[in-house]
């Protein structure tokens, strides 16, 4: 039984203070979230910034053992400290990645054809219960607006929605641009608008040099960059630069960090471009001296 408390003249109420309360929460569109789910979204953006430099390695998932993840092990373990996100499979997750991890997870949530096969055809592939095991942050689906089974991948969202409403778990909806889609602000203005509409709490899509501003002003929760395509060091981070110019709260890059000839260097260029604003050249400086 605990002592009495004997010390009851002593309290102090601090009458002249008022009560703090918890005040506006700092990403777009998430101040009627849930505690938890904010506290899961301020994992994966920084409080300081408001932004986030998520390392995608998750490409397994639908083509296998893409170049540069051959050996997550040897190649991207090194690389995870830097990151503020690891977007990765729970495969990956259980057998290579240490459960010491400081560095937060977006899970990959949804998944089933192969590059063999029609990729919009996909289903939810994890069950909400191993994520929440798995202490994961956010979860990631890919949505096909435009493509063959595009309903299928927007209610594979919105029953992810759903059970993240239900249990704190945000959802970052993946605008995946069918070959047969053109890449241009319209068709991404579309595609973001619809998944923030349906419940995504944040939304990860492709940069584009007409109009990406129109995009993030017109998605009311934020928007992470997606990489694309390896590109020459400077390109990517001028790509990058000018994304979170026109809008966006970070990126999630793949094979622009992990298929650089220096990939640790890279993502410190690419983190400094997204906390700092530090100018491109700048920036690609900084790579090839570190
Ligand atoms: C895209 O559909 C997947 O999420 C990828 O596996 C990955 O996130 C892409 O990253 P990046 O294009 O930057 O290599």
């Not at 050996?71 to 090194?78: G, M, S």
């Not at 260097?265 to 570190?290: C, G, N, R, W």
Request: net charge negative; hydrophobic share 40%.
């Amino acid at each position: 039984m605990p002592d009495v408390d004997s010390s009851g003249e002593v309290k102090n109420f601090y009458l002249d203070i008022p009560t703090q309360t918890t005040g506006q929460f700092y990403l777009k569109g998430s101040g009627a979230l849930d505690w938890g789910m904010q506290n899961r979204l301020s994992r994966v953006f920084r409080p300081a910034t408001g932004r986030t430099v998520m390392l995608a390695i998750d490409h397994g998932y639908f083509q296998g053992p893409t170049t540069g993840l051959e050996r997550v092990d040897v190649n991207i373990l090194p690389l995870v400290p830097y990151a503020d996100a690891l977007m990765c499979t729970r495969g990956i997750l259980r057998s290579t990645v240490p459960s010491s991890s400081a560095t937060p997870v977006v899970l990959r949530a949804s998944g089933g054809p192969s590059i063999l096969k029609e990729l919009s055809h996909e289903e939810i592939a994890i069950d909400i219960d191993d994520a929440l095991r798995l202490n994961v942050c956010a979860l990631a689906v890919q949505v096909f607006i435009g493509g063959e089974f595009e309903t299928q991948t927007v209610h594979n969202m919105t029953r992810l929605v759903d059970l993240g409403l239900r249990y704190g778990m945000p959802v970052m909806a993946v605008t995946a641009v069918g070959k047969e889609m053109a890449r241009d602000a319209r068709y991404l203005r579309m595609a973001c608008r619809i998944c923030a509409e349906l419940g995504a709490q944040f939304v990860k899509t492709y940069y584009v040099a007409e109009g990406f501003e129109t995009v993030t002003a017109s998605c009311p929760v934020p928007i992470v960059m997606a990489g694309g395509k390896k590109l020459p060091e400077l390109d990517a981070l001028t790509m990058a630069y000018r994304a979170m110019q026109e809008g966006a709260a970070g990126v999630d890059m793949g094979r622009n960090i992990f298929q650089s000839d220096s990939p640790i260097s890279m993502i410190q260029a690419v983190s400094k471009v997204v906390h700092e604003s530090m100018k491109p050249t700048e920036a690609y400086d900084l790579y090839k001296t570190s």
